[in-house]
């Protein structure tokens, strides 16, 4: 089999893309699952010294009638959501947050916290998320985690699949205040967030919001409620 790089690739680069975990993975399955006669990456965009996003294509074909699969994607790793589910005053609230989401073309994206792996593991990285997007309030450890499943995102194009995770605190009006209208984000990364406070039942209610916000209010409701 053939594993064909970019020319314009240091070897340096290249060394990185072949034991990056989302080229690694890709690679094991479509190897273990097709007649794969070559591997072509097209391109790579660095997060600095690290890997990001790598395109790929391959030629490779099915192992019962041969026949040619489509094989190009877009490889960027896989991701973690957490849904806050607060109890205050008898009524269920979740935190949400707004930001710019320049590949849909939207400066006010809102969705339940979130955001990529980045070699930790699955509860790690939802914790590290809740701390840099809302804030340090909620104290909560992986133990207290909710696991709503794992789903792939859009498997006809990328490799991403995200973990949904909930958990449920019982929260005063003084944190509810506290949190409304907050502004976070990594400073590093260019992030400007704004958090805010919604009824749960809201969550599908609102205009635009996103899959796994959805998903997440409704695994909730169906296996924890």
């Given amino acids: 089999m053939l ?23 890709w690679k094991t399955n479509i ?8 591997i072509m990456i097209k391109d790579v965009l660095m997060f600095g010294s690290n890997v990001g996003f790598v395109v ?12 040619k699969i489509p094989s190009y994607a877009f490889l960027r790793g896989d991701s ?11 009524n269920l609230y979740t935190v949400m947050v707004t930001e710019s989401r320049t590949p849909i073309g939207k400066i006010n994206q809102i969705g339940l916290p979130a955001g990529m792996i980045d070699n930790d593991n699955f509860k790690f990285a939802a914790l590290k998320e ?5 804030g340090p309030e909620f104290k909560i450890t992986s133990d207290d985690l909710i696991d709503l499943g794992t789903y792939s995102v859009s498997c006809g ?18 944190l509810i205040n506290k ?6 984000g990594a ?16 969550i599908p209610k609102i205009e635009g919001i996103d899959m796994r916000s959805c998903l997440s209010y409704y695994k909730f409701m169906n296996e924890c409620v």
């Fill in 187 to 202: 400073a590093n990364e260019n992030e400007k967030i704004t958090v805010s406070i919604h009824s749960l039942h809201d």
């Fill in 56 to 67: 790929v294509d391959a030629e490779c074909y099915d192992k019962v009638d041969n026949r």
């Fill in 80 to 90: 973690v959501s957490i849904m806050p589910v607060l109890k205050y005053n008898n």
């Fill in 130 to 134: 809740l701390e840099e997007e809302v």
């Fill in 179 to 184: 949190l409304q209208g907050r502004v976070t």
């Fill in 31 to 38: 190897v273990n699952n097709f007649n794969v006669k070559k």
């Fill in 3 to 25: 594993e064909c790089f970019n020319s314009t690739m240091t070897a340096e680069i290249v060394e990185k893309i072949k034991v990056s975990i989302p080229y690694s993975r």
């Fill in 157 to 174: 194009g990328t490799d991403e699949h995200i973990k949904l995770y909930a958990f449920i605190r019982e929260v005063d009006e003084t």
